[in-house]
């Protein structure tokens, strides 16, 4: 079965447009998402890939309606391929169930990949960089040796758990973390 989905900004000559191009390249069913803003959420397109089974296709007028950038295309295009889902594009004159359209899949695939790798290298780049001035990623530590030494001072000073947790707006789980990463210097208090 040849399954259609269109999405438009409105109803209106582009809504029409496509719905007639997709009802005569022969799609029986047709499903639809009238976008509006940065709408991320696209039911119709959602229900048109839920409805598909092995052997249908899913038929758009130009490869922009139904990919929300080049990756995620690419990701639609492969996974509709593993379902054994045929797709087309009547613009770009795009057909998986041909020879040529599965050679478009296995190039889609390796620029996927590409593009995974790359991304990967110039992360590891990024943070060897940001490592080699000094700058560490994450979340700053809010425990820090000269808290950890005012700690120890109050628990000798005979201070309660209750008390100190409050001089210094931390949790008593954060507390016996805290006296409890260094058992050398761990000190009972009454």
């Keep these: 079965m040849k399954v259609g989905y269109i999405r438009s900004e409105i109803i209106g000559d582009d809504f029409n447009t496509q719905k007639h191009s997709l009802k005569q390249a022969g799609c029986q069913m047709i499903f639809r998402d009238i976008i509006q803003g ?10 048109a890939l839920t ?6 296709t899913l038929m758009v007028c ?16 492969i996974a509709l391929d593993q379902k054994e889902v045929g797709f087309i594009s009547l613009r770009e004159k795009v ?26 290298e110039r992360t590891i780049v990024g943070l060897s960089n940001a490592r080699s ?17 005012l700690v120890q001072k109050l628990r000798t000073q005979k201070m309660s758990v209750q008390a100190i947790c409050k001089k210094l707006k931390i949790s ?17 208090t009454g």
């Design 133 to 149: 001035k000094g700058r560490v990623g994450g979340r700053p530590r809010a425990f820090t040796d000269e808290k950890f030494k």
């Design 172 to 188: 008593r789980p954060t507390y016996y973390r805290w006296v409890g990463s260094d058992k050398k210097t761990r000190i009972t």
């Design 38 to 47: 940065t709408q991320q959420k696209w039911r119709g397109l959602d229900d």
């Design 95 to 120: 057909d998986t169930s041909t020879q040529s359209g599965q050679q478009n899949i296995a190039l889609f695939q390796s620029l996927l990949n590409f593009h995974r790798d790359i991304t990967r």
């Design 62 to 77: 130009q490869l922009d309606r139904i990919g929300r950038s080049f990756k995620h295309l690419m990701q639609m295009v």
């Design 51 to 56: 409805h598909l089974k092995k052997g249908d």
